[in-house]
């Protein structure tokens, strides 16, 4: 059987300093460290950080005042913010700064008086910060998920519109519920840039790619995680069996075990090398294989780490 290997997969920018800022937060305050919420969407990741005494934790009234909380790569609401400065915690945040960006513009739609449209799934800690970020004094943000969504959507200034959308989102599903968007309110005002990051537009291509060549399609991400679920639905969409596991123990052995000549692998933005690395190892002792790695697009993006953690003095 051929493994092929697609090109990136796994770790992204914001994912690598996400938890490089966690590790960092040991390294100099020590344990216990909080952050709000899994800092990435990996169980391998949240379990070899608790085992270094980090505790994970939604509820900010919890935690013991003056401790060090982290915010995770998906962001958080204003309000989260401002009860954990008034718990007095020392906030470091992780927040992408992509994620960032789309805070951002919603931010100043609701500072102009704007009203924001996000396009995003409901109850996902992305989504959550991100409608967090609108002041309801000023208007109103709106989530939708869908083009039905947007026939139901009743707005009060169709002039004085914005749209912003999830980072892990996938073109093909939102360009429908844009045109629609657009259909409805031809004055809304779209990102300057997209949303959807150039990790998750990297790996969906490269997803693509391999489907082309490959008799299944394997994608190892967390159930939860937003960006491997749409690598898994792109693979589906090809009409290849594809499956997305947490580890080498959900490979279902029994399909490989049919006529399955050539399996394409990926995994998503949360998805650290070593599962990745234990997945094929163990597909190969499944049967004799030969591995293949796809060229893709080089990714070179580094984000420079939050100011709390300059000048920082270690234990
Ligand atoms: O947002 P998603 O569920 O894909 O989150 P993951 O799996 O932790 O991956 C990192 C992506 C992220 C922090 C939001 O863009
Ligand atoms: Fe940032 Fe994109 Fe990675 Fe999310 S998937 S953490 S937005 S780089």
Sequence with gaps: ???????????????????????????????????????????????????K???????????????????????????????????????????????????????????????????????????EGTLGQYDYDQGKIYLIESVKDVSKLKVNNPNKLMFMTQTTLSLEQIHPIIIALRKKYPNIISPKKPDICYATINRQIAVKEISKISDAIIIIGSK????????????????????????????DTNYLS??????????????????IKQVIKRLSKIKKTTIQEISGIKENITFNLPKELKNIKFK
């Design 1 to 51: 059987m051929k493994i092929f290997l697609a090109n990136p997969r796994g770790f992204c920018a914001g994912v690598k300093r996400a938890i490089n800022i966690v590790n960092i937060a040991l390294k100099a305050w020590g344990k216990p460290i909080y952050v709000n919420h899994e800092i990435v969407h990996n169980t391998y990741i949240t379990n070899y950080l608790k085992s």
């Design 53 to 127: 005494g980090v505790i994970f934790n939604e509820k900010i009234r919890s935690i013991p005042l003056g401790s060090i909380l982290i915010f995770s790569a998906h962001g958080v609401p204003k309000s989260l913010r401002n009860e954990a400065i008034k718990r007095k915690l020392r906030i470091i945040d992780a927040t992408c700064p992509l994620v960032k960006k789309v805070h951002k513009e919603v931010s100043q739609a609701s500072n102009l008086g704007f009203e924001a449209i996000l396009i995003g799934t409901l109850k996902h800690p992305e989504v």
């Design 224 to 251: 939860h995680s937003s960006n491997s679920n749409q690598l898994m639905k792109l693979g589906r969409k090809t009409g290849k069996y594809t499956a997305l596991i947490n580890s080498k123990n959900e490979i």
């Design 258 to 275: 049919n006529n399955i000549q050539s399996i394409g692998v990926s995994a998503g933005a949360s998805t650290p090398n070593i599962i």
